[in-house]
DNA sequence: CTATAATGTGACTGACCGGTCATATGACCG
DNA sequence: CGGTCATATGACCGGTCAGTCACATTATAG
């Protein structure tokens, strides 16, 4: 946690800071994220910093609570229940919110992000988060299985890996695509982009979560309860 | 490349050199693997490193030829011929290959891994790599289409990101299920492990593979060439 | 105005890094 | 023996880093 001093500071002084961390861990692995160019580029002194802040991880885990408040804040909003929807309903509002998340705040998901990447952390942040997008996946896969929505005989687990591997495979396509097109601005730390998850709505983008979701559904989906090849066209196909 | 002095030194030292380096790059990335460490370890004088060496980045090409030269010897063995044994086994081939350099070279591929982590290079060996595999991909799934294995109206580049993420994915879930059981004890550069494929015949593993390749088939093959619902069922789902 | 507490400051410490270089060693040759 | 040449060595250089500390400045209170 950060020292009292740095909430007792102007809010301007304050935000700054906080804005120019955000960018030196969304540009750099913690390991690389330097203090002494931060201090610089906020403009304070490098005593001050370590006024504010224990130290570098003091910094870093209070930029991650910043984050995962905001995207809890953010994908709490319109929520649907995954036992009305159907579950590949559920999972594409999952995967449309966590982009509209990042494109609404880019720097910030790249601090989460970055902080992935590299880890000489207590027990592994990364081994944490990762082993709580495998539970989410895996009870969504579970619950669709009570369902009916996907195969009964399907491994949760492999499932859950797939889930995640396609799903954030298909999210960075759409973002690079996305962000080719786009000014390359960098964003203002908690500025409201409420319209964003109107790309949502492009064409393209729209065709492309839709085929995907449906190489998943037919993938993974329950054929006993889905149309079945009857008898008489197998055997005239073996023939 | 190495000085010739490198190449001039007993087989064993040279070995030695190599064996630490491997050992330092698969558990450092780029930035973080140490010189000093390296020589240390090595029993060689920080001099003598650049008596064999240009730099840092000239042991680091060293070793990326030492891995991609030992993948390309490794996957050009029983290469079979995608367009006789259809894109789907084919495709389950070289995944399997690819598991079994892995398993057989475990810290080499390392080297390559933590490579494409971290890269504070020319125009970035991470996006090179990407790109190729993206290609291999790509082909794969257009040269599928031609031949009916895959639909005809699916776009390639989506195609191709999600096998590879699935591939990944079902790649890394196994090895670490495998490794889960395994003595960890550190790999000795070029050791033989001819039999190495041999974990692919494990039943949990080969059913586990049979599934991912049966998600893909069922979910981007050539519906309509496979047994489609008939006209009546459909109707009868419908009303 | 003075006493006290809070905050700001940047030179400094010690550690590690990649890379260099003057010097030492030892093998081979005449 | 002397001369030459490849190789070995580790102290050293310039740089960056996280983190500290003695001191300066400012705010608050009595």
Redesign the interface.
Known sequence: MPKQTFFNLPDDKREQIVQVAIDEFADN?Y??VSISRIVARAGIAKGSFYQYFDDKEDLYGYLIGLLSEAKRRYMSLDQPDPTHSGIFAYLRWTVEAGLGFELAFPRLTKVGLSAL??SGFPTSIDAQIHAATQGFYQQLVETGQRQGDIAPD??P??AA??F???L???GH?VMEQVLHADAHGSAHYEQEHAGDRLIMEHPAVKE?FA??M???????GN?AA?????EK??AE?ES
């Open positions: 692995d390991d690389h990447s590299y399907l491994d687990k492999l890996v797939i995640e591997a396609v954030t495979a298909a396509y492309l085929r995907t449906d190489i998943l559904e037919h993938g993974m054929r889905l149309p079945p090849p009857n066209q197998q196909l």
